[in-house]
Structures are given as structure tokens and as C-alpha cells.
């Protein structure tokens, strides 16, 4: 493979990482949502709310948006990388002081 392709392929893997990680919506989109099922991880640890949000994604149509809550800062890394595991879309999340509003969209 030259370089060139090689190059060209890197930068489209990384935007494409770059959605999973951050998110695939801006700040004042996910503001705006209006999630069809909330999920309370407030209070738990690794890895309860990766296995809360797989739980509940399991009961949802295609399309639904599901709110995670959790107060472990895990999520900002477990949720995007789940999400690319499973190929349902991270949304993005939003911190307030030590809760996280973290949206996935199942796929």
C-alpha cells in the first residue's frame, strides 16, 4: 500500500474514532433531546453502568435514545467504546459538577 492510501485511509479511521469518542452531537443538540428511556447508574461503579445501558438497549427499538446517569467517570471512556463494539451511536454526553447525561441511540 503506498503512502499516500495509507495516509488517506488513517484520516478517515480517525474522524471516524474521533465521532465514537466525543460524540456524534454537539452540546446543544443533546440539550435538546428528548430521550425515550432513562437509565439511573448513579451510584455504581465499573462495570454496572456499561451492563445497565447493554440491559436496557436490549429492550429498545432501533432509533430509540436512552439516557444514562452515572456519577463514574468510567463512562466517558466505557459508553464510547461499547458503542463501537455493538454498533449502536454514541450521542455524546454532558457533565454537570459529578453526574454524566450520557445518550446512545440504538442502532
Known sequence: MSGRLASARRRR???DLRRHVRGALAEEELEGLDPN???DALGTFCPEPVIRTQDRMARMGAGEIML???DDAGVEVDIPA??????NE???LLK????YRVFVRRA
Open 13 to 15: 479511521d480517525d474522524s
Open 37 to 39: 428511556v432513562e437509565v
Open 68 to 70: 444514562l446517569l452515572a
Open 82 to 87: 461499547w458503542c463501537l463494539s455493538t454498533g
Open 90 to 92: 454514541y450521542l455524546g
Open 96 to 99: 454537570a459538577e459529578t453526574v
